[in-house]
Structure formats: C-alpha cells, structure tokens
C-alpha cells in the first residue's frame, strides 16, 4: 500500500452563535473552503480539475464531514459544496455525519482509499452553522392531533430520544462532563485554569501569524479571526462565572455532586468550515505542492454514551499502536475541548507533558462547530509539527454518544 499525505489544510474563522458568520448558509461556507483550497495548489487548474480524453480529473472525490443535515446543508453538503465551488460535475461527493468528528473521520476515510490505491487525491473537510440549525416538528402518528406539539432545536445534542434508549446514556452533553469529572475528580480551578489557557494561547498564536495562512476569511463578513477569543482571560474571571448543567455547591476538588462546568470552561456553540487536502506520494506533481506530514496511524474506538470524553483516550492509543510508537515520542496533541474537564481526563490518562497539547489554543476559545473541527484540528497539527521541527503528534476528538478518534502525523521534514 502507498502512503497519504496532508498536502494543504485551511479553515474559516470561526463564529460564535448568531454573530459573525450566521448570515452564511454552511453549503456557502463549505464551498467557499472548497474552492479556496483548490486555488492554493497551483496543479489544479481548470484542466486538471476536468480531465481529458474521458480521464478523470486531479480530484477523485470530496468528503465532508456535518453533524446535523437537518437544514440548508441537507442533500450531501458535500456535493453541493462542490458544485457550488464551481468544479467539475464530474467530481463526486459524500458526506460523513460522526457527529463531532465527523470532519477527522472524512479524512481518515479518505487516507484509506488513498493507501489502497482507490484514489490519488482527495479533499476533505467539514461544516457546520449551528446558528442556522433548524428546529425540527416530529411527524404525528395520525393526522390532525388535538394536542400541542414541541419543535426540536438540531442546535445540539439528544433530540426525538429513543424510548428505548436508557436514561443514563442520553444525559446532555454538559452533565455527562459532570458525571465524568466527577468519576476523575478533576476540579473546578483545574478546569478554569485549562481554559483560561486556550484562550491566551489562541490569542497569542493569532497574534503571532500562527494562523495568517490555516484560515481564509470569508466573503461579505467582517470576521478574520476567531471571534470566542478573550483575551487575558485568567481562572480568577472564568472563576467567577455560573454553573450551567448543576448547582454549585462551593467544592472546587471535583470530587463531590455540586456543579463544575460552565460557560467559560466549555467549547461555545460556532459556525465554521474546513478543509484539507490529502494525496499520495505521487499526487505532489499533481498537486503541485509539497507534502506536510504523513498519515501514520488512525484509531477509533467507543464507550458508554454518558462517558463520551473519554474515548480519545483509546482511540490515540490505538493509533498510536497503529503508527508504531509510544507517547514518549510525541511532540504535539491537537485534542478538541469540547469541555476542560474532558480534556484534562484525557491528558491525564495518557500522561503527557500538558505543555504539549493545543499549543495554539483550543476549541475553548476558537470555538467548535462540530463538523469543521476534526479538520481544523488536523490541518494545526500538520502545521505545527512543520513550523516546530517535531516528528510526531497525535490529534484526537471526543464524539456524543460515547466515541473517539485519532489521527497521527508524522512531519515528513523531520524523518
């Protein structure tokens, strides 16, 4: 089997619900990241792109990751991005719902038929508008009912729940993070101060030019970084701020009932779109661009619903296996924070130096539009294993409903 490759990698800024990028429907945003990554490879001209002699064109096919598929980017966003990009017809499409990592999983799914020889070059991505997301009226058994009925937001989380799906597994997102902190013991000043670093680190690295060339403003929006950022955020602000999911009994060691998580310390509801570009070796001539990291080892693994943060901590594992190496080697984790406190669960079990995760911020401050945020955590790592000289990194996300994902790198610059 050949090997792939990540060629290319970008992102939108990312908005915070009903702000910056609501007035964009996701198929736009999606097929904005589509045609913005294509005009960076300078080997996919409109020739490429189209083929000749009844061959077919550069890109054999396009995957994109969505969470929801209720509103404006139902019917395969991933075709539609693609034809409202403007590229060929002749170009085929899917989409991956993984929930959280459906964008990470459109990649993973991708580097596969690469490796078998299926494909030569592939664009993956993902999107998500939460802002836009539908709420939804559930289809009545017989018509005309003389009662109410409740509309369903799609925003997130649990919706028209299975009656047959036990209680303890369709718990929201938040007193799931709860229940597992709890299990963890991972405090409130630990949280706090885990997110109060995303955020100065965002900041910093924005400020730094980190992200001058991972993220392609979008048109007809005033936004060109990433609006969730505050800066000289601290544990003594995020301290401050309310519970959400429980009521706070005053015990900041986690390892009581009263409530942990809030506002600050969680990822916000965002918009936001991503993209990549994977290839085999030889898809550098076609491409015309030089490869930045090696696809090495993939895992995917699943726990108890309830327990959904927790399962990076076995899908690394298994990638890692996959890649044949140790975490002694890793030299950069890209692990989504959908929450602090999953996050901290998550470096805690695979005892690492926390100095080495999210490097250039995290979800708690960017923002995590679910389906965009696998790509936006694979295209950092790829970039930061670049600009830093380390060989290997691992990016990893936490998905509702009790599963994880992993990708390792490894820098081709530095083997």
Request: charged share 20%; glycine share 14%.
């Amino acid at each position: 089997m050949t090997d792939a490759f990540v060629y290319d990698a970008i992102r939108t800024p990312f908005g915070k619900f009903g702000s910056g990028l609501a007035g964009v429907r996701p198929d736009d945003l999606a097929a904005h990241m589509v045609r913005s990554i294509v005009d960076r490879a300078p080997g996919l001209t409109p020739e490429a792109l189209e083929g000749s002699d009844g061959e077919p064109g550069a890109i054999d096919e396009v995957i994109f990751g969505n969470a929801n598929g209720a509103g404006e980017e139902n019917r395969n966003v991933a075709r539609m991005a693609t034809l409202l990009a403007g590229l060929p017809v002749s170009i085929p499409g899917t989409t991956v719902n993984r929930l959280c990592g459906s964008s990470l999983d459109a990649a993973m799914i991708a580097s596969r038929q690469i490796q078998v020889g299926d494909a030569d070059v592939m664009l993956v991505g993902g999107v998500e508008s939460m802002s836009r997301a539908p709420w939804v009226l559930p289809k009545t058994e017989k018509p005309y009912p003389a009662g109410d009925m409740n509309l369903a937001s799609t925003t997130l989380g649990w919706r028209l729940v299975n009656a047959n799906m036990p209680a303890e597994w369709t718990v929201s997102l938040g007193e799931a993070t709860e229940q597992l902190r709890e299990r963890f013991s991972i405090g409130r000043d630990r949280q706090d101060e885990f997110a109060a670093r995303s955020h100065n680190l965002a900041d910093a690295a924005w400020n730094a030019g980190f992200y001058d060339d991972l993220v392609v403003p979008v048109p007809g929006t005033d936004l060109t970084r990433d609006e969730g950022i505050r800066p000289g955020s601290s544990a003594e602000k995020l301290g401050g701020l309310k519970t959400v999911f429980r009521k706070d009994n005053g015990d900041r060691s986690g390892s009581t009932a009263g409530g942990t998580v809030t506002a600050g310390n969680a990822s916000p509801l965002s918009d936001g779109a991503s993209a990549v570009l994977l290839g085999s070796e030889a898809a550098a001539g076609t491409l015309g661009l030089e490869p930045i990291a090696r696809i090495a080892g993939r895992g995917a693994a699943a726990n108890e619903p309830q327990y959904f943060g927790f399962a990076p901590v076995e899908a690394a594992n298994r990638a890692l296996a996959k890649a044949g190496i140790g975490w002694d080697e890793v030299g950069a984790v890209e692990l989504n924070e959908a929450f602090a406190a999953q996050s901290l669960a998550c470096v805690d079990a695979w005892k690492i130096d926390p100095e080495i995760v999210n490097q250039h911020g995290g979800a708690i401050a960017m923002g995590h539009p679910l389906g965009a945020s696998g790509g936006r955590i694979l295209g950092t790592l790829a970039r930061s294993l670049q600009r830093s000289g380390q060989r290997w990194g691992v990016a990893a996300i936490c998905i509702g409903v009790g599963q994880g994902l992993a990708v390792v790198l490894e820098n081709v610059s530095a083997k």
